[in-house]
């Protein structure tokens, strides 16, 4: 029945094979030479669609996010805000758990800082509200994260289309808050700046501290403790970490916990060291944004500083060319998708060997 | 007794709507990838979709012929969609850059690209609800039927083909010898490799393909429910479309059903009277909690027929086993 292919005598023209281990700088230069053509590539684009000059637009995505001292406290924010999200998608991925629900772990988080402020934040004497507030936020994200957790490990419930449907529910229960909170049905609740939290140096550095102290957290832990060893192992072979009496279902939800709690830190600091009130459009995406960030930086916390720190960067590089340029704002994104889509294109030539046929004189 | 006619119309409406992004949907899981992208393939293809119309439409100085202006936007659409599969599968299967990663860029990317592309042609806008009335024109003779033509003829041409679409997905998953390899190729791919099926091409085609079909959802939710509206909303409209493949347990026949009964979730909230604003917001959640109770009862049950393909979102690669 199978057809014999007249080409199989010959070698075919490109052949793969897997590297086994590959040194760190070429490893580097293989990730730099993905940006740079990335970074041509686009501005190829963009002299196409804006006729504007390349290196003009490249000026301005720096200037963006670098140009003054508070764009630098902003960019620095923002980085930590993602760096964050990043952090508490990690564990869960080490252990290929697909957690696609930070973004609505988060959001969850920051609607409990929210409900907090507006239901007893004159109720309880500062302090002791901020550690209530705290221990909330931190305790819903975590149940948020548990429930596909617990059907995870005892029925394998698909957790990537779980914690996505559980996104949506979360903007659904933020939305009925606003409605029922809001003035007037206006579906939006006043900031309660009176309930922020102390302002340490400028309004930026706890949100800052926070996130690096739990970066380095984190990577301790993941690293160095029984916890985090067992993470990999479930993460490696399921069954492997069976045999060896690992309890898989355990593993699992203990990590949930910990993503979700950590989700619900990113949540509080962004409304209690933020906002200050709570909106859908709150989280904006990190959530999805942060799986990259983490996989791009192969699931270390420490590399992450640097991947969320480039994705901050395109991001605010971008929204400086729209107002520079006067283009339309999507060029932001679709830049950011091809630089992505180059760095995650380049993993195959750190993953994989090409070899093309050599031109052997014997054939002919 | 209208209100409730009218509901049912709403919601086969939008239900055949998420039905074309779930079966395009469906396909490519059936190959064994998982893709994200769906959201911003559907914004690519609408957009395309919507751009081709424009162009149509000025250089016949709105003169329309009523067969080409359905028929361009669809091809365009189709086209758009496949492109993005393109996209995908060099990525994931060509590249074997991790699915879910390159997914949720495209979706990033796809949403910007068709921002950028509708954006030029805002100022023709206009074009799109001139083009809607060939979209969402019913058969002629529905009218005089009373409840009946309202409820079965009433709808434009892009409902009848999803169900079209949907029936011939699955003869063609079901009974031929095309859908059989498909399925081996997303059940084991190295089986399926042994045996002598070209997975790569198996995998490209049925991304592309699917892609394609799911574009058409985008392109349908604009012209036919949103009424020539360019809201930025169908990406939302996609993430339902990947929920409903799980609803609708892999099978695009059966899925008719299951995106009529989503689709009621969905717009059941303006229908029912008496309830206030706040429920309104808890009555949008229903499309996405019974996804997860649904979930949750194929996993607990655990029928063989009812499950992912076996290979769903893990790349192949020959040499490693």
Not at chain 1, 130 to 140: G, L, N, S
Not at chain 1, 256 to 270: E, K, P, Q, R, Y
Not at chain 2, 27 to 50: D, F, Q, Y
Not at chain 2, 280 to 304: A, G, H, Q, W
Request: glycine share 8%; with cysteine; hydrophobic share 50%.
């Amino acid at each position: 029945m199978m057809k014999v292919h007249e080409s199989t005598k010959k070698e075919p023209l490109i052949h793969l094979t897997k590297r086994d281990a590959i040194s760190w700088q070429k490893s580097i230069l293989i990730r730099a030479a993905a940006i740079i053509c990335a970074l041509l590539f686009a501005a190829i684009l963009i002299t196409l669609l804006s006729k504007e000059n390349p290196l003009n637009v490249y000026k301005s995505m720096f200037l963006g996010a670098f140009g003054s001292e508070r764009r630098i406290w902003n960019l620095i924010n923002d980085t930590c805000i993602l760096l964050g999200i990043s952090l508490a998608v990690t564990p869960a991925f080490r252990m290929k758990f697909w957690n696609c629900g930070a973004e609505g772990q988060t959001l969850i988080g920051a609607l409990t800082a929210a409900a907090c402020m507006y239901l007893f934040g004159d109720k309880l004497p500062l302090p002791a509200f901020f550690a209530v507030m705290t221990v909330a936020c931190i305790v819903t994200s975590a149940i948020w994260a548990l429930i596909p957790a617990i059907f995870k490990a005892f029925f394998n419930t698909n957790e990537t289309l779980f914690t996505l449907m559980m996104n949506y529910i979360a903007i659904q229960l933020i939305m009925y808050f606003l409605k029922l909170w809001g003035k007037n049905g206006s579906g939006v609740l006043d900031r309660m700046p009176e309930y922020r939290f102390p302002i340490v140096g400028n309004q930026f550095l706890l949100a800052i501290i926070t996130i690096l102290v739990l970066t380095v957290l984190l990577y301790i832990y993941l690293r160095y403790s029984k916890q985090g060893y067992e993470i990999s192992v479930v993460g490696e072979s399921e069954n492997t970490a069976k045999y060896i009496g690992i309890n898989v279902k355990k593993v699992i939800i203990r990590t949930m916990i910990i993503s979700g709690a950590i989700c619900g830190l990113v949540g509080l600091l962004l409304v209690a060291n933020g906002s200050c009130t709570v909106s859908t459009t709150l989280v904006g995406g990190q959530g999805f944004t942060a799986i990259m960030v983490s996989w791009l930086a192969k699931f270390n916390p420490l590399y992450m500083i640097l991947s969320s720190l480039l994705i901050v960067f395109l991001g605010k590089g971008a929204s400086q060319i729209t107002t520079d340029f006067r283009v339309d704002s999507s060029i932001g994104d679709i830049i950011t998708g091809i630089i992505l889509l180059f760095i995650i294109g380049c993993e195959f030539f750190i993953h994989y060997k090409v070899h093309f046929r050599k031109k052997t004189k014997e054939e002919e | 007794m209208t209100t409730f006619i009218t509901f049912l119309v709403s919601t086969v409406r939008l239900g055949m709507t998420l039905l074309f992004g779930a079966t395009g949907e469906a396909i490519t899981e059936k190959s064994g990838h998982l893709n994200l992208g769906i959201p911003g393939t559907m914004c690519v293809g609408a957009a395309c979709g919507c751009v081709a119309e424009s162009i149509y439409f000025t250089s016949v100085n709105g003169r329309m012929i009523p067969v080409l202006a359905v028929l361009i936007p669809i091809i365009a659409t189709f086209i758009g969609g496949a492109l993005m599969g393109l996209i995908y599968s060099f990525f994931t299967v060509t590249l074997r850059a991790n699915q879910n990663v390159t997914g949720l860029v495209l979706t990033t990317f796809g949403i910007g690209i068709s921002n950028y592309m509708i954006a030029q042609v805002k100022a023709e806008a206009y074009t799109f609800a001139a083009a809607r009335k060939y979209f969402t024109a019913g058969l002629p003779f529905s009218k005089n039927l009373g409840w009946f033509g309202e409820l079965f003829l009433s709808y434009g041409v892009m409902i009848y083909l999803a169900i079209a679409v949907a029936i011939l997905t699955s003869i063609v998953l079901n009974k031929t010898r095309l859908g059989l390899h498909l399925r081996a190729v997303g059940e084991n791919p190295a089986t399926a490799d042994a045996a002598g099926i070209n997975v790569t091409a198996y995998r490209y085609g049925a991304t592309c393909i699917g892609c394609g079909i799911a574009a058409l959802g985008g392109i349908t939710f604009v012209m036919d429910y949103l009424g020539g509206n360019w809201e930025y909303v169908i990406d939302s409209i996609g993430w339902l479309s990947v929920a409903l493949v799980i609803f609708m347990a892999w099978r695009p026949s059966f899925g008719i059903l299951c995106a009529i009964v989503f689709g009621a979730f969905y717009v059941a909230s303006s229908y029912i009277p008496g309830i206030n604003l706040q429920t309104k917001e808890l009555f949008k959640m229903l499309p996405y909690l019974v996804t997860i109770v649904v979930l949750v009862v194929t996993s607990i049950r655990d029928r063989k027929e009812d499950q992912p393909p076996a290979g769903l979102g893990l790349n192949y690669y020959r040499e490693e086993r």
